[in-house]
């Protein structure tokens, strides 16, 4: 789950034209936490996930609804 979350992170971060130290800026984490985050390394959190998401300007449930879909994929 911690790949699949970090996978579609990378790719949203990515497609909205944000390096990790602007999403880390824009969401209140180390640009170090990004990169753990996205290799797979560490879990975020609830309310880290609700910070990513306001971040990326999308909504909690769409984030998770696309990891969701991407940990099927990895199966």
């Known amino acids: 789950m911690e790949k699949a979350f970090g996978s579609v992170l990378r790719c ?3 497609d909205r034209g944000l390096s990790q130290e ?5 969401s209140g984490y180390h640009r170090t936490y990004i990169s753990l985050l996205e290799r797979g390394q ?3 959190s609830l309310q ?10 999308i909504a909690p449930a769409d984030l998770i609804k ?9 199966l």
């Open 12 to 14: 949203l971060r990515q």
């Open 48 to 57: 880290t996930i609700f910070n990513l998401s306001k971040a990326l300007k």
């Open 22 to 26: 602007a999403l880390g800026f824009e």
């Open 42 to 44: 560490k879990s975020p």
């Open 66 to 74: 696309q990891v969701e879909f991407r940990t099927h994929s990895l």
